[in-house]
């Protein structure tokens, strides 16, 4: 049995106003990508902060592949790679340059040559930083947090603020840090992307880690694997007597009515008859699969987006 | 090696910053182009008296005026109307008018060594014209010649303004490019980045700190080229003293801008606080004028203060070829402000 990748018990952190880690507990497996899942405030970003040394914590225990911060402090810093939320480098400094120049803090290092080629930055090896795009900056984050060849990764909010199109070339870069048998622990509040990307998620709210799990299990022990949508032109009407006339929860979420089922099949029928008995004036019926999103809603009553 | 390749890349990202380039390099020799053009003459202020008109001219009037100008005084020649408005705008420094049979001269307070020097001339063309209205002898002159000791060339407004400069930019050095850089590195998480490295801290400050001390050093040489190219100025000190006080200098307002990036959590924070500093050191410490005439008060709270005294010392040695052992009080004074800020750069200094 190998030693864990990392193991927090007991984690809280005060700020003056706020209880921003109120007693975490994880265990990341090594060649897992964990993904550390909530809405912004949740917490996420102090853990990993605090974790990577960069915050002291009031309260708990810290084991990073087996060492802690009081003892090896270089040894961690040697053996993680960290991408921070906002890496701003300087604005006339080429990747290029960056990489050599934080390659040379470390004792062992990965050719710069080869970095570019992963994140596919080879192109843009000599531009200057501020000449880069928002997933070009970004996937060169990536690339400075993989400089020393570490065992254990970093990413936090690695794709915020990104179009679609970057956001895919960024999980292809998080993918091949799997295959190449490195630990990461991210945190992100899209469920997608915690979906496309995470082996175990921790879902967080409120400084407290509420579920733990694979993507697939968070979603099957929610008992309720379907979700059936009806969509208004505008935004949607109060439910009400619908809701009593079927005897089941209507969620109403913007321009939508949200009703979770085990048995989309048999609500169906129902559910026509109900709309058509009053006047309900829905454009659109869709049945999906329950997601992250309604695993979080589930367990906090609350939306991830917000 | 790492300290090497960090202060290698400090220079290389500097010399691709156009904007610091400019304020650094650039802006103070234009400084000192166009102030020591524009204030060029061949000795201090020229000595010139206002002549009010007599209402009835005679020969008296005739013979004075000749005298006057015998003296190569600048004679200003204004009816009383005008040389009354020139007096209120506080331009004239001597107006020299008619009082019954003789004359009356009334000098400026506010310009007393061009209104004293001018007294004298005055007063002694009254003599020649005297005695040349009465026949007599005329009264032999001592000849009169204006001089700066210690100086290659005649005094000008560029050889006090350099070294004036060279102090000034050892204070944006301090509080621009290392205080201000370093709220920016916090406030942007380049800190934070740096870290999660391995790297020890003190390398990555260190290799800034040298890299500031270099650009001082190629700052303050091209300074002293343009005004000896120019402007004839040339250090009438020992190279070795002007260095020990820039050096004391350097590590004085270094310091000074790593202990005020501790009190600000923005760039527009420090801004507000580093310009509170710089702007009173610069307009108070005799960057561009002598203090001579400000009153007495504030030239002692000035003396207490860091620049004023750093300028004196260098003053004294570059200008006038003097050795240190006249500025120990001076020197002690600038060492001791920066020793303070060096606590409180250590107590104040934050890297998140």
Sequence with gaps: MSLPALRLRGLRKTFPKVVAVDGVDLDVAQG????????????????????????SSDAGEIEILGLTWANNGQEIRSRIGVQLQSTSLF????????????GSYYPKRRSTEELLKLVQLEEKADAYHITLSGGQQQRLALAMALVND??????????????????RGLWDVVRSMKAEGRTVVLTTHYMDEAEALCDRLAIMDHGKVIATGTPASLIADLAIPSVVELTFDGPAPEPGAFATDLGLAVERRADLWEIPTPD??????????????????????????????????HRTGRSLRE | ???????????????????????????????????GTIFRDSGGPKLAVVRVASLAPGPQDAALDQALG????????????????RWARGETAAQLEPDGEGYRLRLNSYLMAQAGATAGLVNQAWLVAQARLSGAPEPRRIPVQVESPGRKRSANYASFLLPGLLGLNLVSMGLFSVGMVNVSYREKGKFRRLAVTP?????????????????????AAILLLVGYLVFGIANQGSFLNLALIMALGTGCFMAFGFALSGFAETSEGYAAISN????????????????????VWLQHVVAGMPLAPFLKALRAVFNDGAGLAGHGLGLGIVAAWGLAAFLLAVKRFRWA
Aim: net charge negative; charged share 20%; hydrophobic share 50%.
């Design chain 1, 32 to 55: 897992e990508v964990f993904g550390l899942l909530g809405p912004n405030g949740a917490g996420k970003t102090t853990t990993l902060e605090i974790i990577e040394g960069l915050t």
């Design chain 1, 91 to 102: 604005n006339k400094i080429t990747p290029r340059e960056s990489l050599d120049l934080y």
């Design chain 1, 150 to 167: 570490p065992e254990l990764v970093f990413l936090d909010e690695p794709t915020t603020g990104l179009d679609p199109q970057a956001r």
């Design chain 1, 264 to 297: 989309p099949k048999a609500l169906l029928p129902r559910l026509l008859e109900a709309a058509e008995t009053r006047a309900v004036p829905f454009q659109q019926v869709h049945i999906r699969r329950a997601t992250l999103e309604d695993v979080f809603l």
């Design chain 2, 1 to 35: 090696m790492i300290l090497w390749r960090q202060f290698a890349m400090e220079w290389r990202l500097y010399a691709r910053d156009r904007v610091a380039m400019f304020w650094t390099m650039a802006f103070p020799v234009i400084l000192l182009l166009g102030f």
């Design chain 2, 70 to 85: 015998d003296l190569q005084l600048k004679v200003v020649a204004l009816t009383r109307a005008e040389a009354e408005a």
């Design chain 2, 199 to 219: 790297l020890p801290k003190w390398i990555f400050l260190l290799g800034q700190v040298l890299h500031r001390l270099t650009v001082a050093v190629v700052q």
């Design chain 2, 276 to 295: 509170l500093v710089f702007f009173p050191l610069m307009m108070l410490s005799g960057v561009y004028f002598t203090l001579d005439s400000a009153p």
